[in-house]
Protein backbone atom coordinates (compact mmCIF):
# COMPACT_ATOMS: atom_id res chain seq x y z
CA UNK A 1 0.00 0.00 0.00
CA UNK A 2 1.70 3.39 -0.78
CA UNK A 3 0.98 6.71 0.19
CA UNK A 4 1.22 9.78 -2.28
CA UNK A 5 4.68 11.23 -1.87
CA UNK A 6 5.17 14.96 -0.31
CA UNK A 7 8.49 15.45 -1.15
CA UNK A 8 11.23 17.17 -0.43
CA UNK A 9 11.79 14.99 2.45
CA UNK A 10 12.07 16.51 5.83
CA UNK A 11 15.33 18.43 7.13
CA UNK A 12 15.93 20.67 10.06
CA UNK A 13 17.74 24.25 10.24
CA UNK A 14 20.68 21.86 11.23
CA UNK A 15 20.95 19.34 8.33
CA UNK A 16 19.45 15.99 9.83
CA UNK A 17 17.28 14.52 8.04
CA UNK A 18 13.96 13.26 9.62
CA UNK A 19 12.93 9.67 9.57
CA UNK A 20 12.13 8.62 12.97
CA UNK A 21 8.42 9.27 14.15
CA UNK A 22 7.46 8.28 17.57
CA UNK A 23 3.36 8.27 17.81
CA UNK A 24 1.89 8.34 21.41
CA UNK A 25 -1.41 6.70 20.94
CA UNK A 26 -2.63 7.37 24.46
CA UNK A 27 -1.35 9.55 27.79
CA UNK A 28 -3.27 6.65 29.74
CA UNK A 29 -1.31 3.46 31.65
CA UNK A 30 -2.20 0.88 33.91
CA UNK A 31 0.79 1.11 36.09
CA UNK A 32 2.65 4.70 37.91
CA UNK A 33 6.27 3.94 37.95
CA UNK A 34 7.61 6.50 40.39
CA UNK A 35 10.18 8.02 37.88
CA UNK A 36 7.61 8.68 35.06
CA UNK A 37 4.27 9.70 36.71
CA UNK A 38 2.41 11.18 40.06
CA UNK A 39 0.15 8.25 42.04
CA UNK A 40 -2.85 10.68 41.32
CA UNK A 41 -2.55 11.43 37.36
CA UNK A 42 -4.99 13.48 35.48
CA UNK A 43 -5.26 12.50 32.03
CA UNK A 44 -6.51 13.88 29.12
CA UNK A 45 -10.18 13.87 28.10
CA UNK A 46 -11.15 11.15 25.50
CA UNK A 47 -12.41 14.14 23.30
CA UNK A 48 -9.18 15.72 23.00
CA UNK A 49 -7.31 12.66 21.95
CA UNK A 50 -6.66 12.37 18.16
CA UNK A 51 -9.04 9.57 16.55
CA UNK A 52 -6.95 6.58 15.29
CA UNK A 53 -7.67 7.73 11.80
CA UNK A 54 -6.08 10.97 12.21
CA UNK A 55 -2.83 9.21 13.44
CA UNK A 56 -2.86 7.13 10.66
CA UNK A 57 -3.12 9.91 7.99
CA UNK A 58 -0.85 11.54 10.02
CA UNK A 59 1.66 9.02 10.09
CA UNK A 60 1.10 8.54 6.30
CA UNK A 61 1.63 12.16 5.84
CA UNK A 62 5.17 11.37 7.30
CA UNK A 63 6.45 8.29 5.61
CA UNK A 64 5.37 10.74 2.20
CA UNK A 65 7.90 12.95 3.49
CA UNK A 66 10.41 10.14 3.60
CA UNK A 67 10.23 8.91 7.74
CA UNK A 68 11.21 5.31 7.32
CA UNK A 69 10.90 4.29 11.02
CA UNK A 70 7.85 4.92 13.32
CA UNK A 71 7.44 3.69 16.94
CA UNK A 72 3.99 3.36 18.53
CA UNK A 73 3.90 4.22 22.40
CA UNK A 74 2.15 5.95 25.38
CA UNK A 75 1.21 5.86 27.99
CA UNK A 76 0.90 2.31 27.32
CA UNK A 77 -0.39 1.53 23.82
CA UNK A 78 -2.18 -1.32 24.10
CA UNK A 79 -4.38 0.40 26.77
CA UNK A 80 -6.44 1.38 23.86
CA UNK A 81 -9.21 0.13 22.30
CA UNK A 82 -8.34 -1.05 18.61
CA UNK A 83 -5.11 -0.08 18.45
CA UNK A 84 -4.19 -3.15 16.68
CA UNK A 85 -6.46 -1.75 13.68
CA UNK A 86 -4.04 1.09 13.55
CA UNK A 87 -1.10 -1.36 13.74
CA UNK A 88 -2.60 -2.90 10.81
CA UNK A 89 -2.99 -0.05 8.43
CA UNK A 90 0.70 1.32 9.09
CA UNK A 91 2.50 -2.04 8.91
CA UNK A 92 0.72 -2.31 5.57
CA UNK A 93 3.41 0.36 4.59
CA UNK A 94 6.45 -1.49 5.61
CA UNK A 95 8.24 -2.70 2.27
CA UNK A 96 6.27 0.48 0.16
CA UNK A 97 7.64 3.35 1.86
CA UNK A 98 8.38 2.47 5.55
CA UNK A 99 11.40 0.42 6.90
CA UNK A 100 9.58 -0.76 10.31
CA UNK A 101 6.83 -0.15 12.87
CA UNK A 102 7.65 -0.91 15.80
CA UNK A 103 6.24 -0.50 19.49
CA UNK A 104 7.07 1.01 23.03
CA UNK A 105 4.72 -1.98 25.36
CA UNK A 106 4.86 -2.66 28.91
CA UNK A 107 3.41 -6.11 28.28
CA UNK A 108 1.23 -6.18 30.56
CA UNK A 109 -1.31 -6.61 27.84
CA UNK A 110 1.33 -8.38 25.28
CA UNK A 111 0.15 -11.89 26.17
CA UNK A 112 -3.31 -11.27 24.63
CA UNK A 113 -2.14 -9.31 21.46
CA UNK A 114 1.44 -10.63 20.48
CA UNK A 115 0.48 -13.20 17.57
CA UNK A 116 -1.95 -10.02 16.20
CA UNK A 117 1.19 -7.50 16.57
CA UNK A 118 3.25 -9.99 14.67
CA UNK A 119 0.35 -10.72 11.98
CA UNK A 120 0.12 -6.80 11.49
CA UNK A 121 3.81 -6.51 10.71
CA UNK A 122 5.99 -5.49 14.01
CA UNK A 123 8.73 -7.40 14.18
CA UNK A 124 10.43 -5.74 17.10
CA UNK A 125 9.10 -4.50 20.46
CA UNK A 126 10.89 -2.46 22.98
CA UNK A 127 8.95 -3.36 26.70
CA UNK A 128 9.83 -1.49 29.56
CA UNK A 129 10.80 -3.70 32.35
CA UNK A 130 12.68 -2.18 35.41
CA UNK A 131 13.14 -5.34 37.42
CA UNK A 132 12.45 -8.86 37.41
CA UNK A 133 11.85 -9.08 41.31
CA UNK A 134 7.92 -9.26 42.08
CA UNK A 135 8.47 -6.79 44.93
CA UNK A 136 10.63 -4.17 43.65
CA UNK A 137 8.68 -4.23 40.42
CA UNK A 138 5.42 -3.55 42.34
CA UNK A 139 6.93 -1.24 43.99
CA UNK A 140 8.79 0.77 41.07
CA UNK A 141 5.13 0.35 39.40
CA UNK A 142 2.92 1.18 42.54
CA UNK A 143 0.91 -1.92 42.25
CA UNK A 144 2.27 -3.61 38.95
CA UNK A 145 2.81 -7.63 38.64
CA UNK A 146 6.11 -8.90 36.98
CA UNK A 147 4.61 -12.42 35.97
CA UNK A 148 2.39 -10.47 33.39
CA UNK A 149 4.77 -8.77 31.91
CA UNK A 150 7.07 -11.96 31.48
CA UNK A 151 4.27 -13.99 29.91
CA UNK A 152 3.97 -11.07 27.53
CA UNK A 153 7.19 -11.03 26.46
CA UNK A 154 7.51 -15.08 26.32
CA UNK A 155 4.47 -14.88 23.79
CA UNK A 156 6.08 -11.97 21.97
CA UNK A 157 9.06 -14.11 22.05
CA UNK A 158 6.60 -17.59 20.95
CA UNK A 159 5.34 -15.31 17.90
CA UNK A 160 8.74 -14.23 16.80
CA UNK A 161 8.81 -10.89 17.92
CA UNK A 162 12.22 -9.56 18.70
CA UNK A 163 12.69 -8.04 22.59
CA UNK A 164 14.49 -5.80 23.67
CA UNK A 165 13.97 -4.70 27.37
CA UNK A 166 14.63 -0.74 28.67
CA UNK A 167 15.63 -0.60 32.33
CA UNK A 168 15.96 3.07 34.07
CA UNK A 169 18.60 2.89 36.41
CA UNK A 170 17.32 4.11 39.36
CA UNK A 171 19.77 4.60 42.47
CA UNK A 172 19.06 2.73 45.11
CA UNK A 173 16.32 0.63 43.44
CA UNK A 174 17.39 -1.46 40.47
CA UNK A 175 20.90 -0.71 39.98
CA UNK A 176 22.07 -4.06 41.96
CA UNK A 177 19.92 -5.91 39.77
CA UNK A 178 21.15 -4.40 36.31
CA UNK A 179 24.04 -6.80 35.83
CA UNK A 180 21.45 -9.88 36.86
CA UNK A 181 18.99 -7.98 34.37
CA UNK A 182 21.86 -8.09 31.20
CA UNK A 183 22.24 -12.17 31.86
CA UNK A 184 18.85 -13.02 31.84
CA UNK A 185 18.54 -10.86 28.60
CA UNK A 186 21.78 -12.97 27.46
CA UNK A 187 20.12 -16.17 28.37
CA UNK A 188 16.67 -15.13 26.25
CA UNK A 189 17.95 -13.84 23.57
CA UNK A 190 17.08 -10.49 24.15
CA UNK A 191 18.02 -7.10 24.12
CA UNK A 192 18.85 -4.51 26.97
CA UNK A 193 18.88 -0.95 26.75
CA UNK A 194 19.76 1.11 29.91
CA UNK A 195 18.04 4.63 30.31
CA UNK A 196 18.59 7.22 32.54
CA UNK A 197 16.03 9.16 34.15
CA UNK A 198 14.63 12.32 32.41
CA UNK A 199 13.69 15.42 34.14
CA UNK A 200 9.73 15.48 32.40
CA UNK A 201 6.86 16.03 34.73
CA UNK A 202 6.26 16.45 38.16
CA UNK A 203 6.67 13.37 40.15
CA UNK A 204 6.61 12.57 43.86
CA UNK A 205 10.23 12.12 44.35
CA UNK A 206 13.19 14.13 43.64
CA UNK A 207 14.87 12.57 40.69
CA UNK A 208 18.28 13.34 42.15
CA UNK A 209 18.03 11.04 44.55
CA UNK A 210 17.33 8.28 41.60
CA UNK A 211 19.68 9.85 39.21
CA UNK A 212 22.48 6.85 38.41
CA UNK A 213 24.60 8.46 35.45
CA UNK A 214 25.35 5.05 32.88
CA UNK A 215 29.47 5.98 32.49
CA UNK A 216 29.45 4.13 36.10
CA UNK A 217 27.16 1.35 35.16
CA UNK A 218 29.17 0.91 32.13
CA UNK A 219 32.09 0.40 33.78
CA UNK A 220 31.04 -1.83 36.29
CA UNK A 221 29.49 -4.22 33.71
CA UNK A 222 32.77 -4.10 31.61
CA UNK A 223 33.98 -5.69 34.37
CA UNK A 224 31.60 -8.58 34.48
CA UNK A 225 31.15 -8.90 30.87
CA UNK A 226 33.32 -8.67 27.52
CA UNK A 227 31.74 -6.13 25.63
CA UNK A 228 32.44 -5.01 22.09
CA UNK A 229 31.32 -1.68 20.84
CA UNK A 230 28.35 -2.28 17.74
CA UNK A 231 28.23 0.99 15.68
CA UNK A 232 25.12 -0.39 13.87
CA UNK A 233 22.13 1.37 15.02
CA UNK A 234 18.43 1.04 15.13
CA UNK A 235 17.64 4.87 14.67
CA UNK A 236 17.41 6.06 17.88
CA UNK A 237 19.73 7.47 20.76
CA UNK A 238 20.89 4.55 22.28
CA UNK A 239 24.66 3.43 21.75
CA UNK A 240 25.21 0.06 21.10
CA UNK A 241 27.83 -3.05 22.30
CA UNK A 242 27.77 -6.68 21.60
CA UNK A 243 27.70 -9.24 24.89
CA UNK A 244 30.55 -11.20 23.72
CA UNK A 245 29.36 -14.66 22.93
CA UNK A 246 25.66 -13.89 22.24
CA UNK A 247 23.39 -12.47 20.37
CA UNK A 248 22.39 -10.03 23.08
CA UNK A 249 23.35 -6.30 22.35
CA UNK A 250 23.33 -3.97 25.00
CA UNK A 251 22.30 -0.31 24.84
CA UNK A 252 22.76 2.98 26.46
CA UNK A 253 20.42 5.85 26.27
CA UNK A 254 22.45 8.77 27.84
CA UNK A 255 21.19 11.92 27.33
CA UNK A 256 22.42 13.46 30.72
CA UNK A 257 25.95 11.99 30.77
CA UNK A 258 26.45 11.70 26.67
CA UNK A 259 24.18 14.07 24.92
CA UNK A 260 22.82 12.15 21.68
CA UNK A 261 21.05 15.26 20.02
CA UNK A 262 24.14 15.87 16.96
CA UNK A 263 22.52 12.85 15.32
CA UNK A 264 18.83 13.05 16.51
CA UNK A 265 16.94 11.98 13.69
CA UNK A 266 13.68 11.81 15.47
CA UNK A 267 10.36 13.72 16.18
CA UNK A 268 7.41 12.70 18.12
CA UNK A 269 3.56 13.48 18.06
CA UNK A 270 1.14 13.48 20.91
CA UNK A 271 -1.95 11.77 21.71
CA UNK A 272 -3.30 15.23 21.31
CA UNK A 273 -2.14 15.76 17.92
CA UNK A 274 0.80 17.93 19.06
CA UNK A 275 4.09 17.62 16.85
CA UNK A 276 6.99 18.05 19.17
CA UNK A 277 10.38 18.14 17.51
CA UNK A 278 12.66 17.45 20.88
CA UNK A 279 11.75 15.97 23.76
CA UNK A 280 13.56 18.47 25.94
CA UNK A 281 11.88 21.58 24.70
CA UNK A 282 8.12 22.60 24.85
CA UNK A 283 7.89 24.06 21.18
CA UNK A 284 5.60 22.41 19.55
CA UNK A 285 3.06 22.46 16.51
CA UNK A 286 -0.59 21.44 16.25
CA UNK A 287 -1.42 19.06 13.77
CA UNK A 288 -4.34 18.04 15.17
CA UNK A 289 -5.59 21.41 14.73
CA UNK A 290 -4.16 22.03 11.14
CA UNK A 291 -5.71 18.76 9.51
CA UNK A 292 -9.54 19.11 10.99
CA UNK A 293 -9.18 23.26 9.24
CA UNK A 294 -7.24 22.84 6.84
CA UNK A 295 -7.05 19.35 5.85
CA UNK A 296 -3.65 17.75 4.27
CA UNK A 297 -2.37 20.50 2.51
CA UNK A 298 -2.68 22.47 5.85
CA UNK A 299 -1.38 19.09 7.63
CA UNK A 300 1.62 19.17 5.28
CA UNK A 301 2.61 22.62 5.85
CA UNK A 302 2.07 22.83 9.68
CA UNK A 303 4.91 19.51 9.53
CA UNK A 304 7.15 21.38 7.95
CA UNK A 305 6.81 24.81 10.14
CA UNK A 306 7.51 21.73 13.20
CA UNK A 307 10.81 20.38 11.48
CA UNK A 308 12.29 24.21 10.64
CA UNK A 309 11.66 24.88 14.38
CA UNK A 310 13.45 21.71 15.70
CA UNK A 311 16.47 22.66 18.29
CA UNK A 312 19.84 22.25 18.30
CA UNK A 313 19.66 19.73 21.41
CA UNK A 314 18.16 19.55 24.51
CA UNK A 315 17.98 21.45 27.96
CA UNK A 316 17.77 18.29 30.35
CA UNK A 317 19.66 18.18 33.35
CA UNK A 318 19.52 17.12 37.03
CA UNK A 319 19.90 19.74 40.08
CA UNK A 320 17.95 19.22 43.30
CA UNK A 321 14.87 21.24 43.68
CA UNK A 322 14.79 21.84 39.79
CA UNK A 323 11.82 22.14 38.11
CA UNK A 324 11.82 19.81 35.50
CA UNK A 325 13.06 20.49 31.95
CA UNK A 326 9.47 20.75 30.58
CA UNK A 327 6.44 20.09 32.23
CA UNK A 328 4.49 17.31 30.45
CA UNK A 329 5.31 13.82 31.73
CA UNK A 330 6.87 11.20 29.38
CA UNK A 331 3.65 9.35 29.03
CA UNK A 332 1.91 12.62 26.70
CA UNK A 333 5.12 12.68 24.24
CA UNK A 334 5.68 9.29 23.86
CA UNK A 335 8.98 6.79 25.20
Not at 27 to 53: G, N, Q, V
Not at 228 to 249: C, F, H, I, K, M
Request: hydrophobic share 40%; glycine share 10%.
Amino acid sequence: MGVTPAAPGLVDGFGRAIRYLRISVTDRCDLRCRYCMAEKMTFLPRSKLLALEEIAIIAERFIGFGVRKIRLSGGEPLVRRDVVELVERLGSHVGHGLDELTMTTNATRLADHAVALEAAGIRRLNVSMDSRDPALFRHITRHGDVDQVLGGIAAAKRAGIAVKVNMVALKGLNEHEIASMLDWCVAEGHDLTLIETMPMGAIDEDRTDRFVPLTAVFDQLSEQFRLERDLAGTGGPARYWRVNGSQTRLGLISPLTANFCDGCNRVRLTTEGRLYSCLGHDDQVDLKAALRDGGVAALDDAIRLGIAGKPARHDFRIERGAAPAVSRHMSVTGG
